[in-house]
């Protein structure tokens, strides 16, 4: 397994980390500490969650209910120095107007939460979870700067942020010596490259650390659906994932094709193929898993170390482009 530091923090983590949108989603408890399990044995020690993750997903009023957390914190137990563990605030919890945002109300009253439901003291890593246009960044960032201050969380981070809103945020931290966001946590797959143009290359001189979710494109890149008309009975669309079906196109299935093509070539999987060529892109720092089965966090950490030659990662842009 490979480590590598979390942004300009002193901590390190692992290359891969543990998503657990599945877990009281689409995969029971058990389920889903036989995969926390297989996780810490293939050594990631670094695993994300959110406040909003749970069946009520997918309810007709799509909001949080902490079934991912509470799964997590009844199996954290004895096991709290071994991970650096991530979670967000700010997705809609109820209908109610002020349970969602990023307004100092609602995050002092959600972070009491996820304490709750993850039985721990401190978050180690506290992201907000998407952009509130409506809450000026001075209060969100004061809030969290708080929390820091009360041992609550350790570090900040961002989740689905350009690259103007993090450097606003650093300012408005510089200026008033605020803790800052040290992650951002963006979509980017071989599907999905438009971070490239502006986010990565701010990250990296910012020295900010990347966090990438959907590095299979929600299943895309596995191989598992094989044109626009193909729905797996068991598949995330069947079970009501919407985003997946953004990834439908004539386009992305030709694309699948070449990319498997080339991972036959390297006797890796399509997946594996997918998770190596995000894990060989310099500004990255860890690459999120979704697993819903152990053997998809082994299958992506036997390609931890994987190392892509330039003419190999030459040709996958020669196909992209």
């Known amino acids: 397994m490979q480590y590598r ?40 020690n670094f695993i994300d969650t959110a406040n909003f993750y749970g069946k009520s997903q997918d309810a007709n009023f799509v909001h949080g209910n902490g079934e991912s957390e509470e799964i997590i914190g009844r199996w954290l137990h004895g ?50 979870h998407t952009f509130d ?43 008033l010596n605020l803790a800052k966001y040290v992650t951002v946590q963006p979509q980017y797959n071989l599907l999905s490259r438009e971070i490239e143009k502006e986010l990565l290359p701010f990250c990296e001189s910012e020295g900010v650390g990347v966090m990438v979710y959907s590095p299979l494109a929600r299943g895309v890149l596995s191989g598992k659906y094989k044109n626009l008309n193909d729905v797996p009975t068991e598949s995330r669309v069947a079970r009501g994932e919407r985003l997946i079906k ?18 036959e070539k390297n006797e890796i999987s399509l997946s594996q193929f997918a998770m190596s060529w995000v894990l060989n892109q310099p500004a990255v720092t860890s690459a999120i898993i979704g697993a819903s089965k152990p053997y998809h966090v082994t299958e992506a950490a036997a390609v931890s170390n994987f190392k892509m030659s330039s003419q190999l990662l030459r040709e996958i842009d020669e196909v992209s482009f």
């Open 246 to 263: 953004n990834y439908f196109s004539e386009r992305n299935f030709l694309l699948v094709d070449h990319y498997r093509t080339l991972a």
């Open 5 to 44: 530091r979390l942004g300009n923090t002193g901590i390190e983590v692992s290359n891969l980390c543990l998503g657990t949108m599945a877990f009281g989603r689409w995969i029971d408890e058990q389920a889903s500490v036989e995969i926390l399990n297989t996780t810490l044995e293939s050594g990631i």
């Open 133 to 175: 246009p409506h809450t000026p960044l001075e209060e969100t960032l004061r809030a969290l700067d708080d929390l820091v201050h009360q041992g609550k969380v350790r570090y900040i981070g961002c989740s689905n942020y350009a690259a103007w809103q993090i450097a606003k945020a650093h300012g408005i931290s510089a200026r």
């Open 79 to 128: 096991k709290r120095n071994q991970v650096v563990l991530a979670t967000k605030v700010g997705l809609p919890m109820s209908d109610h107007k002020n349970d969602r945002g990023l307004s100092r109300l609602h995050i002092m009253k959600e972070v009491e939460n996820s304490l709750r439901r993850l039985q721990t003291d401190y978050i180690d890593l506290y992201q907000v």
